[in-house]
T-cell receptor, first 112, second 113 residues
Framework: DQQVKQNSPSLSVQEGRISILNCDYTNSMFDYFLWYKKYPAEGPTFLISISSIKDKNEDGRFTVFLNKSAKHLSLHIVPSQPGDSAVYFCAASASGNEKLTFGTGTRLTIIP | DVKVTQSSRYLVKRTGEKVFLECVQDMDHENMFWYRQDPGLGLRLIYFSYDVKMKEKGDIPEGYSVSREKKERFSLILESASTNQTSMYLC??????WGYGYTFGSGTRLTVV
């Protein structure tokens, strides 16, 4: 039972345009959400997070939006750069639970 | 910077062998985790530990065990390796506040033949 879903396995975006990566979750107990970025042959690195008391969090070119009623979050990258080409995982956790539940990942390719 | 080091980048083992995957973190983190990454399945939690000698099963513990004798070291053990355990294994350590999530090692690509 996949509690965190990323329905797009891959996405291609022109350099300079906006990249939008989507993530849906089913567990209503989740109240903290994170995005990770992974290059080949490296471990995932933390990108940005959001708690359920917010609906938006920004960090430079990266913005995460949370829609609790739809159980949906998205990561916006603008402007997209070639170095953003990677696999992106969203992850979620519930308060008091040490575990992170990850999605299946979306491979983002930025086209120069 | 916090570093999480996994001892091997690539391993090839035979079916039935006992396999040890080692992970060491150089900060004083209490929580450590083992995940495996498979295409189309994302990262799935095998085991985690929130203190020395403490361990908790994750979502897919079958066929695995763990050991945490020292705070900085968390070992994953495949008791009798099977071909369906061929995967990328990722160790992680958690910083204090959730805002920074986990720090992952570079991964061990294990092939069981």
């Amino acid at each position: 039972d996949q509690q965190v879903k990323q329905n797009s396995p891959s996405l291609s975006v022109q350099e300079g345009r906006i990249s939008i990566l989507n993530c849906d979750y089913t567990n209503s107990m989740f109240d903290y959400f994170l995005w990770y970025k992974k290059y080949p042959a490296e471990g995932p690195t933390f990108l940005i997070s959001i708690s359920s008391i917010k609906d938006k969090n920004e960090d430079g070119r990266f913005t995460v939006f949370l829609n609790k009623s739809a159980k949906h979050l998205s990561l916006h990258i603008v402007p997209s750069q070639p170095g953003d080409s990677a696999v992106y995982f969203c992850a979620a956790s519930a308060s008091g639970n040490e575990k992170l539940t990850f999605g299946t990942g979306t491979r983002l390719t930025i086209i120069p | 910077d916090v570093k999480v080091t996994q001892s091997s980048r690539y391993l090839v083992k035979r079916t039935g062998e006992k396999v040890f995957l080692e992970c060491v973190q150089d900060m004083d983190h209490e929580n450590m985790f083992w995940y495996r990454q498979d295409p189309g399945l994302g990262l799935r939690l095998i085991y985690f530990s929130y203190d020395v000698k403490m361990k908790e099963k994750g979502d897919i513990p079958e066929g695995y065990s763990v050991s945490r004798e020292k705070k900085e070291r968390f070992s994953l053990i495949l008791e009798s390796a099977s071909t369906n355990q061929t995967s990328m294994y990722l160790c992680a350590s958690r910083q204090g506040a959730w805002g920074y999530g986990y720090t992952f090692g570079s991964g061990t690509r294990l092939t069981v033949v």
